[in-house]
């Protein structure tokens, strides 16, 4: 599965567009939403069920439509703290559960630190699509409910 | 009156094109009417006159443009009145449904007891859950919920099993935003009469579709929006029997709303000022009062009988559809034109995407009924709702979309 790379925290900032102008153009047949690899995270999601260890777990949810996820995650004891492993539980649409396959995919065993300073952008650029304005609480609930399980993490 | 207006009147209501009316509707295929309407020009017009020549506050001044705004906006609680068989003292203008539900629970509700209960239905929007419940929890109160047949009715053998004498208050939904379903509130009501409770009716979605009498119904309140049925976004209406608004006391204080202001005390205005606290929405009621004027040019029983024809046409298409399910009675008869489905591979939000990609305007997600979802067991349902605007094309439209999603999603 190819995924893309994640850009610096710098670029990454909500508004910022490293794929270029796309808001307001037409959308090409590479912007299709669901584009197959899309597709494929939602059919068959990676890292999805509950972790036998893990250190960290929390739930949220989009009440917009409904989606619901539980993450589960297992940070090293040790500085730096990198999270060694990864997995969320939940259903909701294809943006939702695509993104959170390919976000758990790209995040695990990476340094805690660096994944507390993702946004918005990085989730998008995964998803590789254009994504409005209500659609990206579906696409961005997965990083929202990583981080906050982070919050306990010192 | 030109010829298309005479021709609304008649019978041949699905000859005429309503569309070219609604200056919104050129671009998009608009399914999406439970939520809120397309508006006329006739109710942009009646806005825009008021804010262009007789700009004024009512109540108050006396020069000329005071004077006919304070008459117009008169006459709107007069059109409404008549619209639904009340009188004009009996018609409150409020923001919308949920602040006329809100306004009754509060004020109903200061005078409940521990113990004393509520009873409403499981299928309720959360405008007509949520007031009650959290009153329900300050008063140390019980809130019930009616449930469900297999054909998603009200379960009236439940329904005569829940209501007591210990029922103070009945509020329920005549058609629910999810369902469709009718609700036979008349019925209802007759039977919480006899224990005493009182009678709230939230007519959001019947409104708009279903000829209205608050004597026929027998209930003691009765909400709606005006953006539900054409008109502006912003104004609804709270109708109480006078005699129990003469008794209940408002819960907005503030200019407008009083009679005389002491310095420790105050006394209240008349109906329906009393609970039409600070400046009113006045362009919004005089675009409800317009909008209400154009449907009943149209006429509510050729509005009732268009959706009909939209809903059987639409309900036979929609089994056409591989993977759909809809959430609801199959039946074309006692239904709003409100249809809820579920595609077997597809998330509603999903669905919603791709329909609007092919323009035709859907809702997906909860509508404002998390408890009902969570009873059917569903996370969320697409929802397709029409108006009497709406044709078999925009069906047809909305159907070849569906098809994609499967297309899509196989």
């Not at chain 2, 709107?76 to 009145?81: E, F, K, L, N």
């Not at chain 2, 939209?310 to 089994?319: D, E, P, Q």
């Given at each position: 599965m190819k995924t893309h790379k994640i850009p610096s925290p710098q670029t990454a900032e909500?508004?910022?567009?490293?794929l270029g102008e796309r808001l307001g153009k037409p959308l090409t047949e590479e912007e299709e939403l669901y584009k197959e690899n899309i597709l494929d995270h939602y059919r068959s999601p990676h890292n999805k069920g509950q972790l036998k260890k893990y250190t960290q777990t929390h739930s949220d949810l989009n009440p917009l439509c409904g989606d619901r996820i539980t993450i589960y995650l297992q940070v090293s004891p040790n500085s730096p703290k990198i999270l060694t492993?990864?997995?969320?539980?939940?259903?909701g649409c294809a943006i939702s559960q695509a993104a959170a396959s390919l976000l758990t995919d790209n995040i695990k065993g990476k340094k805690v630190e660096e994944i507390r300073n993702l946004g918005p952008w990085d989730v998008f650029n995964l998803l590789g699509i254009r994504i409005s304005h209500t659609r990206s609480k579906c696409a961005l609930l997965s990083l929202k409910t990583i981080q906050h399980g982070l919050q306990g993490v010192k | 009156m030109d010829s298309n207006m005479q021709k609304k009147g008649s019978d041949n209501h699905l000859d005429v094109d309503f569309q070219q009316d609604f200056p919104s509707l050129n671009s998009v295929t608009y399914l999406d009417n439970s939520s809120t309407t397309q508006k006329p020009k006739v109710v942009l017009e009646a806005m825009n006159e008021y804010y262009t020549r007789y700009c004024a506050n009512v109540h108050r001044g006396l020069y000329t443009q005071a004077e006919q705004a304070t008459q117009a906006f008169e006459k709107?609680?007069?059109?409404?009145?008549q619209f639904i068989g009340a009188k004009a003292e009996e018609i409150i203008f409020t923001s919308g449904t949920t602040e006329s539900i809100n306004l009754l629970a509060n004020s109903l509700g200061k005078n409940l007891l521990p113990g004393d209960e509520i009873v409403i239905s499981i299928m309720e929007h959360h405008s007509n859950i949520v007031p009650w419940q959290q009153i329900a929890k300050e008063k140390k109160a019980q809130l019930k919920y009616l449930t469900l047949t297999d054909d998603y009715q009200l379960d009236l053998k439940q329904a005569k099993k829940i209501i007591s004498k210990k029922t103070k208050i009945i509020s329920l939904a005549q058609m629910s935003n999810v369902l469709g379903t009718i609700n036979p509130v008349k019925e209802l009501a007759a039977l919480a009469h006899k224990v005493?409770?009182?009678v709230v009716i939230d007519a959001a979605q019947s409104a708009p579709h279903i000829k209205i009498k608050v004597k026929e119904l027998e209930c003691d309140f009765l909400a709606f929006s005006g953006h539900k049925l054409c008109g502006p976004t912003g104004i609804g209406v709270l109708y109480g029997k006078k005699k129990m608004l003469d008794n209940l006391e408002p819960s907005k204080f503030g200019g407008g709303m009083i009679k005389e202001v002491e310095l420790q005390d105050s006394t209240w205005a008349n109906l329906p000022e009393k609970f039409e606290a600070g400046t009113p929405n006045i362009a919004g009621a005089l675009g409800l009062a317009a909008a209400i004027k154009y449907l009943q040019i149209i006429g509510l029983n050729n509005i009732e009988k268009k959706e009909q024809e939209?809903?059987?046409?639409?309900?036979?298409?929609?089994?056409t559809v591989p993977g759909l399910k809809i959430i609801g009675s199959q039946n074309n008869k006692n239904r709003g034109a409100v249809i809820s489905f579920t595609m077997k591979n597809a998330h509603p939000h999903d669905v919603a995407e791709i329909l609007a990609r092919e323009n035709v305007a859907i809702r997906a997600g909860h509508h404002c009924a998390m408890p009902l979802h969570t009873s059917?067991?569903?996370e969320g349902t697409s929802r397709m709702s029409f108006y009497f605007y709406n044709t078999t094309d925009d069906i047809d439209t909305a159907i070849k979309a569906l098809h994609k999603v499967n297309k899509i999603f196989q």
């Open positions: 909500m508004g910022e567009d490293p492993d990864i997995s969320f539980e939940g259903s | 709107a609680h007069q059109t409404v009145a005493g409770a009182l939209l809903i059987k046409y639409a309900l036979n298409k929609l089994k059917l067991k569903l």
